[in-house]
T-cell receptor, first 115, second 111 residues
Framework: GAGVSQSPRYKVAKRGQDVALRCDPI?????LFWYQQALGQGPEFLTY????????KSGLPSDRFFAERPEGSVSTLKIQRTQQEDSAVYLC?????????????FGSGTRLTVV | AQSVTQLGSHVSVSEGALVLLRCNYS??????LFWYVQYPNQGLQLLLK??????LVKGINGFEAEFKKSETSFHLTKPSAHMSDAAEYFC?????????FGTGTSLTVIP
């Protein structure tokens, strides 16, 4: 597609509910990132994929967070047993190549509200 | 470790006035630096990036930034603010694949 697509745009979950957030990167983009942006803050790194391989998951805040990219394209971020502190905008970004020389294209994000 | 500090969480300028958004970085190795803009309910859009070529970097919408190693700064400027520039601006640094973002500066343009 023309850009990075994320769905749903908005998600309201009851505390304790499991959620799944989807990211469709730009076709052919090798690198894919997930970031968490709390209200009034800058995005914080969660995890990074190169094709289907999850090369860095150091930013995942707890074992309730899980991400996958099984075929090297679409990625899903899953949060189990959601807590109020999980409320944030979850941003996905992708890049055609690997390396810091390339800026990334960000999606519009999924705003998760846990009530 | 890498980090960025954005001085001033809110900046207000009059339409037509100079825009100056400050960013200082910390990095143990030569950094790559970026400025992103975020409009309400949208993702981040790349304004410009420094990748060790020219120290003065020109971006979209008339913005530019100058990399000053001696001051560890990468401030964003625009000579004349436009109403459409009102948004949240983020400075980011990376030396690898992970980006480290500042806390953002909200720019208000007063007509």
């Amino acid at each position: 597609g023309a850009g990075v697509s994320q769905s749903p745009r908005y998600k309201v979950a009851k505390r304790g509910q499991d959620v799944a957030l989807r990211c469709d990167p730009i076709s052919g983009h090798v690198s894919l990132f997930w970031y968490q942006q709390a209200l009034g803050q800058g995005p914080e790194f969660l995890t990074y994929f190169q094709n289907e391989a999850q090369l860095d998951k150091s930013g995942l805040p707890s074992d309730r967070f899980f991400a996958e990219r099984p075929e090297g394209s679409v990625s899903t971020l899953k949060i189990q047993r959601t807590q109020q502190e999980d409320s944030a905008v979850y941003l996905c970004a992708s890049s055609f190549r690997v390396g810091p020389n390339y800026g990334y294209t960000f999606g519009s994000g999924t705003r998760l509200t846990v009530v | 470790a890498q980090s960025v500090t954005q001085l001033g969480s809110h900046v207000s300028v009059s339409e037509g006035a100079l825009v100056l958004l400050r960013c200082n970085y910390s990095s143990s190795v030569p950094p790559y630096l970026f400025w992103y803009v975020q409009y309400p309910n949208q993702g981040l859009q790349l304004l410009l990036k420094y990748t060790s070529a020219a120290t003065l970097v020109k971006g979209i919408n008339g913005f530019e930034a100058e990399f000053k190693k001696s001051e560890t700064s990468f401030h964003l400027t625009k000579p004349s603010a436009h109403m459409s520039d009102a948004a949240e601006y983020f400075c980011a640094v990376t030396t690898g694949n992970q980006f480290y973002f500042g806390t953002g500066t909200s720019l208000t343009v007063i007509p």
